[in-house]
């Protein structure tokens, strides 16, 4: 059962509000740096994929697969994290949904997510990549055991995964990106160069594409990322996560400008 409800009701939410939650929630991408005299990533940098089993279609598109290819290939080290999630085995409308985007109308097999851990999964489609450079020694690390952004990193850093790593970049959803990073900067406080690089999420069936001029176009992405922004509610009132003085005061005007709509 989730803890937040990832497709919650929605109060109203004005022009103000909806540029508010924009501006905090989808937090612009942050390439690696390159060292000026060999063109190359430092040796201590790792690109992890974040788990996601709904949106394999965006992550692996032909788009991004081109971007992971030729800006991400020759960065050291690749974590791939993502178990089995149980929530998956409860039938309710998250399940469904999830179901649904991932089979594509019957191109891949549900069981899989009941059956193989996510990484696994991702890996996977990773490895049709045309001469993939993930392959021998470079091949990634995977993560099996998680089915949370928090558990994502403690396991990885179990698995010793962190060891050396001095710059970190994360793939994620684009309207995820800042709890992603405030997760890992709770987590991970050694490491200090975090950011994000990130797809965008769609719901082909309904013509949605979530990002950050079009998620509030339509009622379900609209869900989808105010339940994003429940998220980081709640999860800085349990000292989850790590957000910095001024996504605070942005997060707190915004729980103010929601309660004058009331």
């Known amino acids: 059962m989730r803890f937040i409800d990832k497709l919650p009701k929605v109060p109203y939410l004005n022009k103000q509000s909806i540029q508010m939650i924009t501006d905090l929630l989808f937090v612009p991408d942050r390439p690696f740096n390159k060292n000026s005299n060999n063109n190359k990533y430092d040796k201590n940098s790792a690109l992890q994929i974040m788990g996601n089993i709904a949106f394999l279609k965006d992550i692996f598109n032909d788009t991004m697969l081109s971007k992971i290819y030729t800006y991400y290939s020759a960065v050291p080290r690749l974590i791939i994290t993502g178990g089995i999630n149980p929530a998956y085995t409860v039938d309710n409308e998250e399940t469904k949904l999830v179901k649904h985007l991932y089979t594509e109308n019957g191109k891949y097999d549900w069981k899989d997510v009941l059956t193989i851990p996510q990484s696994f999964i991702m890996n996977s489609r990773l490895q049709k990549i045309p001469n993939n450079p993930w392959t021998g020694e470079k091949e990634p690390l995977l993560e099996t055991k998680s089915n949370?952004?928090?558990?994502?990193?403690?396991?990885?850093?179990?698995?010793?995964?962190?060891?050396?790593?001095?710059?970190?970049?994360?793939?994620?959803?684009?309207?995820?990106?800042?709890?992603?990073?405030?997760?890992?900067?709770?987590?991970?406080?050694?490491?200090?160069?975090?950011?994000?690089?990130?797809?965008?999420?769609?719901?082909?069936?309904?013509?949605?594409?979530?990002?950050?001029?079009?998620?509030?176009?339509?009622?379900?992405?609209?869900?989808?990322?105010?339940?994003?922004?429940?998220?980081?509610?709640?999860?800085?009132?349990?000292?989850?996560?790590?957000?910095?003085?001024?996504?605070?005061?942005?997060?707190?005007?915004?729980?103010?400008?929601?309660?004058?709509?009331?």
């Open 148 to 262: 949370n952004t928090k558990a994502n990193f403690i396991s990885v850093n179990q698995m010793g995964g962190y060891l050396g790593i001095s710059h970190i970049r994360m793939l994620t959803t684009a309207e995820s990106t800042l709890r992603v990073i405030a997760t890992a900067r709770k987590i991970l406080p050694k490491i200090k160069d975090i950011g994000t690089i990130s797809y965008i999420p769609t719901f082909p069936e309904f013509d949605i594409v979530c990002d950050r001029n079009n998620w509030a176009n339509h009622q379900l992405s609209r869900r989808y990322v105010y339940g994003e922004f429940l998220r980081i509610v709640k999860y800085n009132e349990m000292d989850e996560i790590k957000l910095t003085d001024i996504e605070k005061a942005q997060m707190e005007c915004i729980v103010k400008e929601l309660s004058k709509q009331r």
